[in-house]
């Protein structure tokens, strides 16, 4: 069973930047596609951003490309996101999240795909 642990939230002012880390254990973690998913108040979970098993292929929500960059680090078992140019609208519970076995790239922006997830850290941007 893996197990994902996500660091890295906060507090920060409109404009600035933050950067997440998820953990993983137990697994072999290069075989998962790894994503970022998160939840603002009163809504639904959302895609955010998502990478490969390997690194090489990344995705992203509209709503962040050009902003966010998202990387992983196999021989350290971690997945980060690097946020900058932070908006209020980017307030939200993140959500790390890993996907086994073969997938199309477009499974990867859909909550529902994914086999296993952390806690969440909390982001809050003030305007």
């Known amino acids: 069973q893996v197990q994902l642990v996500e660091s890295g939230g906060g507090l920060v002012q409109a404009g600035g930047s933050l950067r997440l880390s998820c953990a993983a254990s137990g697994g072999t973690f290069s075989s998962y596609a790894m994503g970022w998913l998160r939840q603002a108040p009163g809504k639904g979970r959302e895609f955010v951003a998502a990478v490969s098993g390997s690194g090489f292929s990344t995705y992203y929500a509209d709503s962040v490309k050009g902003r966010f960059t998202i990387s992983r680090d196999n021989a350290k078992n971690t997945v980060y996101l690097q946020m900058n140019s932070l908006k209020p609208d980017d307030t939200a519970d993140y959500f790390c999240?890993?996907?086994?076995?073969?997938?199309?790239?477009?499974?990867?922006?859909?909550?529902?795909?994914?086999?296993?997830w952390g806690q969440g850290t909390q982001v809050t941007v003030s305007s």
């Open positions: 999240a890993g996907k086994g076995g073969s997938y199309y790239g477009t499974e990867l922006t859909l909550p529902r795909e994914y086999d296993f």
